[in-house]
């Protein structure tokens, strides 16, 4: 494949999203990633914006009202065309992950996308680990996990994901702050919340909102 042709694919695709002509950048962006199906790249700008439309749509048929008798019911295309988006979307981040597999931006958002979906935490968090399977070293994918093994009850494995990440010297002081703060939740929670609760947080609550208590 021509590189210049990809090229300057992309670049028209770029110039019509940014004159929000989003329906024909997707247009330019399927053509990319069908010509250069290994760019990586082409199907998560793709993905991006077919979310986009998704959630628009969906906006769109929230603030819909019912037509006037007689007249056909626009809500049931629009909402057949979200949905085409959305699995277009999950196809899309499929792609980008074959074409990168390494790639720790696509696959943290494909798993956000799963979790706002009817997929929900359980896809997220197999994606999540079949990725750090082969990307061990991936901190941001290992927290994301760890949060959801939390939320899901399982606070011991939340709490060993994170003593791990907390064991590597790279890590800048903002982010080991962060899961310090995390890990002393969770050590919390495996504790079954009888012991004194981590600095920040309220022992004498009813319970803890695990999305809240993501921090920050």
Do not use: C
């Not at 290992?142 to 890590?171: F, Y």
């Not at 909102?209 to 920050?216: F, T, Y």
Request: charged share 35%.
């Amino acid at each position: 494949r021509d590189p210049q042709d990809l090229e300057s694919k992309l670049s028209l695709a770029s110039a019509q999203e940014r004159l929000g002509r989003h329906d024909a950048a997707i247009e330019t962006y399927r053509r990319a990633a069908t010509l250069a199906p290994r760019h990586a790249r082409s199907w998560l700008k793709l993905a991006d914006l077919l979310l986009q439309r998704w959630k628009a749509r969906l906006d769109a048929l929230e603030e819909a009202s019912p037509p006037p008798k007689g007249t056909k019911d626009p809500r049931p295309e629009v909402r057949a065309a979200a949905g085409a988006d959305r699995k277009e979307a999950l196809e899309a981040f499929e792609q980008a992950k074959r074409a990168d597999p390494r790639d720790e931006e696509v696959v943290l958002t494909h798993a956000r996308i799963l979790l706002e979906g009817p997929e929900g935490p359980k896809r997220a968090r197999e994606v999540l680990g079949r990725f750090l399977r082969r990307v061990p070293q991936a901190a941001g994918a290992a927290r994301l996990l760890a949060q959801l093994e939390a939320a899901a009850g399982s606070h011991r494995q939340a709490l060993l994901r994170v003593i791990e990440l907390l064991k590597r010297r790279d890590l800048v002081p903002e982010l080991r702050e962060h899961l310090e703060a995390e890990a002393a939740l969770y050590a919390w929670l495996k504790d079954g919340t009888q012991t004194p609760a981590p600095p920040g947080m309220d022992a004498s609550a009813d319970g803890v909102d695990l999305n809240r208590a993501r921090l920050r």
